[in-house]
Structure formats: C-alpha cells, structure tokens
C-alpha cells in the first residue's frame, strides 16, 4: 500500500498523550494514527448510514417490490 505524509497540528497534551500510550505498548506512532482515523471515519459514516436509515424508514410502506419495480422500468 502507497504512504503519505500528513502534517496536521495537535494540542501538545494530545500529542505526548498519543506517544505515551504507543510507547508502553509498542505500538507504531503512524500505525495508531492511521487506525484512530479509520475507525473515526467508519464511526462518521455508520452514523449517517443510521440518520439516513431512520429518515427512509417513514417511506417504507409507500415501497414497491423490486420485480414491479423493473417491470414498469421496461415499459
């Protein structure tokens, strides 16, 4: 997989935070940031799956099955 830099700025508390705890389970600096964010962006995106799940959910005695669907799509 390709790597790249990325220079963000931290409150320095943050930071030593950050280093302390992968230091006392020597775990890679670059490899705790990568999955905190990864794991920050499926969060994010689960979340507004969820929102957008709850919004629909109103609609769904107006749905049709799928089969009629594509039915009338041929017509």
Same mark, same amino acid.
Do not use: W
């Given at each position: 997989?390709?790597? &790249?830099?990325?220079?963000?700025?931290?409150? +320095?508390?943050?930071?030593?935070?950050?280093?302390?705890?992968?230091?006392?389970? =020597?775990?890679? +600096? =670059?490899?705790?940031?990568?999955?905190?964010?990864?794991?920050?962006?499926?969060?994010?995106?689960?979340?507004?799956?969820?929102?957008?799940?709850? &919004? #629909?959910? =109103?609609?769904?005695?107006?749905?049709?099955?799928?089969?009629? +669907? #594509?039915?009338?799509?041929?017509?």
């Amino acid at each position: 997989m390709q790597k &790249t830099t990325l220079a963000v700025k931290v409150n +320095y508390s943050i930071l030593n935070r950050v280093k302390k705890f992968c230091r006392e389970r =020597g775990i890679k +600096y =670059g490899f705790f940031v990568e999955k905190a964010l990864e794991e920050r962006l499926e969060r994010e995106e689960l979340k507004e799956d969820l929102i957008d799940l709850k &919004t #629909l959910h =109103g609609q769904e005695k107006d749905a049709i099955p799928l089969k009629e +669907y #594509l039915e009338k799509r041929r017509v």
